[in-house]
């Protein structure tokens, strides 16, 4: 799912006049965008005008735009309140089952609640307190070490809360977690993706079908799922050279390693019916596109020219009727980040439990050990994979897969990365300033540690994501005399003396095995979280 735009005061820049002018140019178009925006809700919406003041937009997702609104409470007091407006074309029960996670599991323990719903025909709008919070890119590198075990801690906290209640959250990362670093507050959001455990206590996540389900459903053409969710609705990857095969079983080079998943049901082995080359995948991904947006927007007529009243019992009451449960689903790509996957995930293992998200907190936590945000950038599934590898072990993946009933097959092998020297490396020798220490000039430092196009632009293929920093940095390292990481003498923000605690925890978190990862409760009683309160 793409990242929500984020929209922050015009900064003053120390460029020429004509950038200037041209930023204030795009500024103001900016403006008048989100102006538009703002009244059309109020247009669409109308109620919300009596209750607050919309002032700006805050985000903008593929699925939803959230926008900043103030509410005039009775002692004159102003209070601010995000109201999330959801696409129209939702389905019902997604909608309902995300309000429902956040009034049932939200509102304490760092889960964002809700204050109020607002709905006028397809227009769904959630309104919650506002939680002014940081840009995790922005912050990344300046925060100290004790902001990094308290950020973790507290995104522990919010994921026993959900976890407790039996919901997955399935899309975990720093965009759905906000923070505020100078109240160190911290809010969970975003159940746009939740999913039930077997035994959940949110009852409409009950009706929520899995994404593995869906695939199910849509490879033997079954009633009740319209679109296509996996491989072939993302962009088809750029590495012309590549081999990709059916849905069954995919092929890719990444990084000098071929990978070969064969997709069988209960791990069994499936025989690779059919080899098609790039060209014609990238017409079955058009083809793809095309029909789905077809008949997505045929049904938002159908439902515009038939008044909900007539097509169900549940129009302007708040609960869901039999009629709505049993509309077709309405599937867009909406599968949370390649990068913050976890294996079990990323191979289309039917069973994901709550360890899913448990990795994805893993993910972030290597963000912020390494320095590197994102810190896997992959645009699909496998390259994610691959990349985990590069990280874990090729060895150690395929057995943990084994473990879950995949059979992952992969052409090399890369050995699993020692966790501490990995962050290190990446994070440079001066921890404070780690930018300056990998990155040549102008860049911004920000780029992920693995990515595609660093991998491809690379003069020789690397063996691992973190070697293209490595040797920038160790050839200052060698030629200007600098020191190792590893002795950095005294750093005031806690940066030279990381206990081994923190990598543990890492470790438990980067299990490749669901089964044996840690679980929210158990990794906030973990050492490395002892002095925190
Ligand atoms: P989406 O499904 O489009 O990703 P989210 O619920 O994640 O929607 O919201 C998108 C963005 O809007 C968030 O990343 C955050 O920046 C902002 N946002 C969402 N809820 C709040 C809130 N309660 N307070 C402040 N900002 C919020
Ligand atoms: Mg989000
Ligand atoms: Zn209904």
């Known amino acids: 799912m793409e990242e929500p735009m984020a929209f922050s005061p015009l900064r003053g820049c120390d460029r020429c006049p004509a950038d200037d002018s041209l930023k204030k140019y795009e500024q103001s178009v900016k403006l008048s965008g989100i102006k538009r925006d703002i009244e059309e809700l109020c247009e669409a919406v109308p109620q919300l005008v009596s209750v607050f003041k919309i002032k700006d937009k805050i985000g903008e997702g593929t699925f939803s735009s959230v926008y900043l609104a103030t509410a005039q409470l009775q002692e004159g007091r102003e209070e601010k309140i995000a109201l999330k407006h959801l696409i129209p074309t939702s389905h019902p029960v ?65 994921l026993k809360r959900i976890h407790q209640f039996g919901i997955v959250h399935r899309d975990v990362k720093p965009s759905n977690f906000l923070y505020n670093r100078r109240l160190k507050k911290y809010a969970l959001v975003d159940f746009g993706l939740a999913q039930g455990t077997r035994d959940t206590k949110i009852e409409l996540l009950k009706f929520v079908q899995s994404e593995a389900q869906q695939e199910d459903c849509s490879r033997n053409k079954c009633h009740g799922v319209i679109g296509h969710k996996g491989p072939l609705s993302r962009p088809a990857p750029k590495n012309v050279d590549q081999h990709i095969t059916t849905k069954t079983s995919v092929k890719r080079s990444y990084a000098n390693a071929q990978i070969h998943i064969k997709q069988g049901k209960d791990g069994k082995l499936i025989k690779q019916s059919k080899t098609v080359d790039i060209m014609s995948r990238k017409l079955a991904t058009k083809k793809m596109a095309v029909s789905t947006k077809a008949v997505n927007s045929s049904m938002r007529d159908s439902a515009r020219s038939c008044p909900a009243a007539l097509t169900c019992d549940c129009y302007g009451t ?216």
């Open 318 to 533: 708040d609960r869901v009727c039999s009629v709505c449960l049993s509309r077709r689903q309405q599937v867009a790509p909406r599968a949370g980040t390649p990068g913050f996957r976890a294996p079990e995930v990323l191979t289309k293992c039917p069973d994901q439990t709550t360890a899913i998200d448990m990795w994805s907190a893993g993910v972030i936590f290597l963000s912020l050990l390494s320095g590197r945000y994102p810190f896997y950038k992959a645009s699909d599934d496998l390259t994610a994979l691959a990349q985990i590898m590069t990280i874990r072990g090729s060895r150690e993946t395929i057995q943990a897969a084994k473990a879950f009933g995949k059979s992952i097959l992969c052409s090399k092998e890369v050995p699993a990365q020692d966790l501490r020297t990995l962050c290190e490396r990446l994070r440079g020798p001066d921890s404070a300033n780690p930018k300056s220490a990998v990155d040549p000039p102008g860049n911004t430092g920000h780029h992920p540690a693995a990515s595609e196009s660093t991998d491809h632009k690379a003069p020789h293929a690397p063996a691992s994501p973190a070697q293209h920093s490595e040797d920038s940095l160790y050839k200052r390292g060698s030629g200007g005399g600098r020191r190792h990481p590893r002795d950095r003498t005294a750093n005031p923000e806690g940066w030279d003396s990381v206990p081994d605690d923190a990598y543990d925890l890492l470790d438990k978190l980067l299990d490749l095995n669901p089964a044996s990862r840690i679980t929210a409760e158990a990794a906030l009683v973990h050492p490395f979280f002892k002095d925190v309160c």
């Open 94 to 158: 997604r909608i309902a089952a995300e309000l429902q996670c956040l009034t049932v599991a939200g509102g304490q323990d760092n889960v964002m609640g809700v204050k109020y719903c607002f709905r006028k025909n397809d227009h769904v709008v959630i309104a919650m307190p506002y939680l002014e919070h940081e840009s995790f890119l922005d912050i990344l590198n300046s925060l100290s070490f004790q902001e990094v075990r308290e950020y973790m801690f507290n995104l522990f906290v919010a």
